[in-house]
Nanobody, 115 residues
Framework: QVQLVESGGGLVQPGGSLRLSCAASGSISSINTMGWYRQAPGKERELVAS???????TYAGSVKGRFTISRDNAKNTVYLQMNSLEPEDTAVYYCSLRMAPDTYWGQGTQVTVSS
């Protein structure tokens, strides 16, 4: 059984920063991809960023240059540093862990960008 526990969401003003963390536990393969997705009200869930154990990184175009994903493989933990936050970044952020063919999800953490 795999569990993902997220932390770090909250309310921030436009232009501010937040750092999300996600710790995975259970039977974790040494080859995997961890990432962050988000879902805003009335919209579909979308990929924000992902990072594989092989260091392949993917970012959504809307967050490039503002968000940075990193991971600590020894701790099975992934981080998302979010800078220059915009109201359009408001969403529930979900951590994901992909070990083909399965994908596991965290419970989600709310990020609200508002003045």
């Amino acid at each position: 059984q795999v569990q993902l526990v997220e932390s770090g969401g909250g309310l921030v003003q436009p232009g501010g920063s937040l750092r999300l963390s996600c710790a995975a536990s259970g039977s974790i393969s040494s080859i995997n991809t961890m990432g962050w997705y988000r879902q805003a009200p009335g919209k579909e869930r979308e990929l924000v960023a992902s990072l594989s154990t092989g260091r392949t990184t993917t970012y959504a175009g809307s967050v490039k240059g503002r968000f940075t994903i990193s991971r600590d493989n020894a701790k099975n933990t992934v981080y998302l540093q979010m800078n220059s936050l915009e109201p359009e970044d408001t969403a529930v952020y979900y951590c994901s862990l992909r070990m083909a063919p399965d994908t596991y999800w965290g419970q989600g953490t709310q990020v609200t960008v508002s003045s």
